[in-house]
């Protein structure tokens, strides 16, 4: 069982900036894919930003050159870095994990909230 917990959301103002992360209990050095999606009530979950075990990355284009995912191997830990954030990026953010076997694992969410 993978353990993800994330922080780092808050309230912030139109154009400013916030860092999530997602801490794991299980190295994330081999995961398959790593990513982050949010979801608004009454929306489906929707992908952020992804990552695979090679480091390639994807972008919704909605956030692309804004959001910029990375993650930190010997701390275990990924990372969302949100830049000129926009009243729509508000949401609840999941943290995701698919290891090879794929099994997939969530955070509990942490809410984004950009007022204007």
């Known amino acids: 069982q993978v353990q993800l917990v994330e922080s780092g959301g808050g309230l912030v103002q139109a154009g400013g900036s916030l860092r999530l992360s997602c801490a794991a209990s299980i190295s994330i050095s081999s995961a398959y894919t790593m990513g982050w999606h949010r979801q608004v009530p009454g929306n489906q979950r929707e992908l952020v930003a992804r990552m695979t075990v090679a480091g390639n990355t994807n972008y919704a284009d909605s956030v692309k050159g804004r959001f910029t995912i990375s993650r930190d191997n010997a701390k275990r830990t990924l990372f969302l870095q949100m830049n000129s954030l926009k009243p729509e990026d508000t949401a609840v953010y999941y943290c995701?994990?698919?290891?090879?076997?794929?099994?997939?694992?969530w955070g509990q969410g942490t809410q984004v909230t950009v007022s204007s």
């Open positions: 995701n994990v698919v290891l090879r076997t794929g099994y997939s694992s």
